[in-house]
């Protein structure tokens, strides 16, 4: 009988960002960046364990990908 393993998805997620951090975002289903997009800043805020640290590191993240949170996506087309 052969088992499938639930592989995860590599994350590039920030590797310093804080456990509580991790938890909230795995909790809203976020695994990488790409799904980090979908979401604007303010709702990642509301996010418990999420500060402003983790912010600042999402977003240089972010931005290293050429990627932004959903809200930042229409400041920088304007």
């Given at each position: 009988?052969t088992?499938?393993?639930?592989?995860?998805?590599?994350?590039?997620?920030p590797a310093?960002?804080?456990?509580?951090?991790q938890?909230?975002?795995?909790?809203?289903?976020?695994?990488?960046?790409?799904?980090?997009?979908k979401?604007?800043?303010?709702?990642?805020?509301?996010?418990?364990g999420i500060?402003?640290?983790?912010?600042?590191?999402?977003?240089?993240?972010l931005?290293?990908?050429?990627?932004?949170?959903?809200?930042?996506?229409?400041?920088?087309?304007?």
């Open positions: 009988m088992v499938k393993r639930n592989i995860q998805s590599e994350s590039d997620l310093k960002l804080s456990q509580p951090a938890r909230a975002l795995a909790g809203a289903g976020i695994k990488n960046l790409k799904q980090l997009t979401f604007s800043e303010s709702e990642i805020k509301q996010l418990h500060g402003s640290n983790a912010i600042n590191q999402l977003e240089a993240a931005a290293a990908k050429g990627l932004s949170f959903a809200d930042n996506k229409k400041k920088s087309k304007a």
